[in-house]
């Protein structure tokens, strides 16, 4: 299943700094993504709208997250699009994609 992102651009929105470095780290373990690219704007920047809209895949961290940056994000990619932990930290963000695969398939 996790050989789905080999290749993949995984986006990531949260404001907890490493969190991209860490998340890339285990997913590393686990299948060959592209890139792993994080976001912490605060408001709705072009880079933010940007990332939501080339990412494969895009997390959104909405435990640690301002309004109008995730406003942004639904502006541009649907809610139903986004991979919602479900969780704070790491382990959740790891465990949304593979919820999201599990259900997608």
């Known amino acids: 299943m996790w050989r789905r ?8 929105y949260t ?5 991209a470095e860490l998340l890339r780290k285990r997913l590393l373990r686990l299948c060959e993504p592209s890139a792993v690219e994080a976001n912490a704007d605060t408001v709705a920047t072009a880079a933010l709208q940007s990332l939501a809209s080339r990412a494969d895949y895009l997390i959104v961290d ?6 109008v940056a995730t406003a942004a994000n639904d502006a541009v990619r649907p809610r ?5 932990p ?7 963000f790891l465990q949304a994609p593979e919820q999201h695969l ?3 398939s």
Request: glycine share 12%; proline share 3%.
């Open 5 to 12: 992102l080999d290749g993949s651009l995984i986006g990531l």
């Open 15 to 19: 404001l907890l700094p490493r969190a």
């Open 62 to 67: 909405t435990w640690h997250a301002a309004h």
């Open 80 to 84: 139903n699009l986004q991979v919602m």
């Open 86 to 92: 479900r969780g704070r930290g790491i382990t959740a």
């Open 102 to 104: 599990v259900t997608s």
